[in-house]
């Protein structure tokens, strides 16, 4: 298995990361980071406040890194939660320009779409088994034992690996979504303080990301 380094490992973590209040950026953020606010505002559509946070992250770190103009960040503002990702494929038909390989486009950016998907799907269960994992309930121990080191001794080598291929995805689809490579980043304080990304550290944000949990526990 390839090595690598522990900057490497700790973006993969920031990307895989659910970008909360509680869960801020350590590190710079780029156009990485970018796809995944994107993945994690995909998936709010029944969290309206979680789902505005996440719109105002992306409408932050589009403006430091330049792409507020973009057809994908249009995309992203015009459509709602649950369909983004499925769209963004069809960008290469939008930009008005370079038609004639927006089919060899579009079909290489499902797959790199699709391969990021399945890392961020991977990678949030993950965090799930941190109360329980599937299969702690199973009443004979051998298998229960089986079970548990297929999930956490197989799965974690395993993964790393798989996940790495978001370092090298996300510098294609910069190119192939944007039309050029986004190579710069920003510190989170920068963000905050110079284009209006929600402050981490304030009691406004903390509570409006929470805020469609603590409803639903409510209600329920």
Known sequence: MASYSRFE???INQLLSAY?????????LDFGDYLSLIWRLDHCAEKPKRASYYRACLSALAQALEIQDSTLHKLVKTTEPGTIYTQI??????SGSRLLDAQDRKAAIAKLVQIRDSICVLGASQK???????G?????????????AVLFTAFQGQFSSFARLLLV??????????GYDVVQDISLHDLVIRFGYPDPESERAQSEYDTDDISRRISS
């Open 89 to 94: 494929t069809n960008l290469p038909y939008r």
């Open 136 to 148: 702690a309930g199973i009443m004979d121990v051998d298998l229960r034992e089986r079970v548990f």
């Open 9 to 11: 490992q700790a973006r």
């Open 20 to 28: 909360s209040p509680h869960e801020s950026p350590r590190l710079s």
């Open 128 to 134: 799930n088994w941190q109360v329980s994992y599937p």
């Open 169 to 178: 995805s996300d510098i294609v689809l910069a190119s192939l979504l944007i």
